[in-house]
Each structure stands twice: as structure tokens, then as C-alpha cells.
């Protein structure tokens, strides 16, 4: 089973119908509820997730929908070590930063999942999109 770090864009693009990023990413969290991957977010992400999938679809549903998050995923905690560490990632992004610090912790995750992968070229870890993934995956089966 992969283990996968899914970064914020991407579960956003779940949620909220991006249009050209649906399919992926309904793909992604299909596979994580038929147990061929486990999926990962971390805690930051859920504010951030809120924030903007209330946008469209307001606050009950977008509490429902954080509450089914927190069902089929695993949420991953930041602390001071990760946000010391993204301090020194010398990455462009801060946020992508602090998510890659935590996405470290988990030891062993096969990648990240982003849309935005360019914030993340110093990443030890393999980022790819959904659809990169999801070719990929085919592509062993």
C-alpha cells in the first residue's frame, strides 16, 4: 500500500469541484477508501481547507466535510521541530516548507501529491501530481 502525503491544493480540488482537477483528485481519495493507499494531511492544512472550501459551500458543509477528512484519512501533527526545520528547508514557499518537514516524520511515505510542484524541487521525498500518480500506479498494476 503507498503511503502518500497529500498537500492542501489537492485536497481543496476534492471538495470544491476545481474543475480540472476533480477527476484526479476524487480518483486519489477513492483509492484511499478502497484501501490501496493511505492517504496523510496535516494538521494545518484543515484550517486552510476550511477557510477556502467554505467559500463554496458554507459552513455546515464545510465542517461536514472536514469532519469526513478526518474519517478517511490520517491528519499528521506540526509541531516546533517541524516548523524549525521548514525554518532551514530553503524552500520558496513557507508553507510548502512546513508541510514537507511534516511529511518527513512519517519516515516512509512513497510521496507527496501536490498541484505545485515547483515549491517543492528540494524535497528528498518523490512530489507528483495526482494524475502523475495515478499513471504511475497504472502503470505497475
Excluded: C, W
Excluded at 21 to 50: D, R, T, W
Amino acid at each position: 500500500m503507498y503511503k502518500l502525503f497529500v498537500d492542501t491544493d489537492v485536497v481543496i480540488d476534492f471538495f470544491t469541484d476545481r474543475e480540472s482537477h476533480l477527476i484526479p483528485a476524487s480518483e486519489l481519495f477513492e483509492l484511499n477508501v478502497q484501501g490501496s493507499v493511505q492517504l496523510y494531511v496535516s494538521a494545518i492544512s484543515i484550517n486552510n481547507i476550511y477557510y477556502i472550501v467554505r467559500k463554496f459551500l458554507g459552513h455546515h458543509k464545510s465542517l461536514e466535510a472536514i469532519e469526513m477528512l478526518t474519517e478517511i484519512t490520517e491528519i499528521v501533527g506540526t509541531t516546533k521541530t517541524e516548523i524549525l526545520q521548514a525554518l532551514k528547508n530553503d524552500f520558496s514557499d513557507f508553507e510548502d516548507s512546513i508541510q514537507y518537514s511534516t511529511a518527513l516524520t512519517l519516515g516512509d511515505v512513497d510521496a507527496i501529491i501536490t498541484r505545485n510542484i515547483k515549491d517543492y524541487r528540494k524535497s528528498s521525498i518523490p512530489v507528483m501530481t495526482p494524475s502523475t500518480f495515478l499513471k504511475l500506479r497504472e502503470r505497475e498494476l
